[in-house]
């Protein structure tokens, strides 16, 4: 089993706030990050997929697809936007990293079946919101499959 792993950067803006609580709750709870006017991050998106070597190709996927496919199924949708308001996926919840990342790997999922019919997995989503902080989500797949 072998992987291909390529990164993206997006920029967008959010707000953490639950709108059935007052805005002093939301301060207590998320602090800065529930700024009315909301924030912004220059993120940087990890995606890493693994499956077995293409003896004609010497590839486990041609980065090209990849690319395609996280740029039509993430990066249209969020690059520049409000992730609370522009993002029809992420409509009615909170948009931390961890959110987000769960949100990605099931649009990526759906994607890469039906694009690559099994012949790749997702194996991590990687979404970097600063420099010093990450969500991600990995699947035990690789070593199932090993």
């Not at 090209?64 to 990066?75: A, F, W, Y």
Request: charged content about 25%; aromatic content about 6%.
């Amino acid at each position: 089993m072998l992987s291909i792993s390529k990164s993206f950067e997006f920029s967008a803006s959010h707000r953490l706030f639950r709108p059935e609580w007052d805005e002093r709750r939301n301060s207590a709870v998320f602090g800065k990050c529930s700024n009315p006017n909301g924030h912004g991050h220059n993120y940087k998106l990890e995606v890493t997929v693994c499956g077995e070597l293409n003896p004609e190709t010497g590839m486990v996927l041609d980065a090209s697809i990849l690319d395609g496919i996280v740029t039509t199924e993430v990066i249209d949708h969020v690059d520049h936007a409000n992730l609370d308001k522009d993002v029809a996926w992420l409509e009615g919840q909170v948009t931390t990293s961890e959110v987000i990342v769960e949100a990605v790997w099931k649009r990526l999922t759906a994607a890469l079946k039906s694009q690559c019919q099994d012949t790749v997995a997702l194996s991590r989503v990687r979404l970097w919101e600063t420099s010093k902080i990450y969500a991600e989500k990995v699947s035990g797949l690789e070593r199932s499959l090993r």
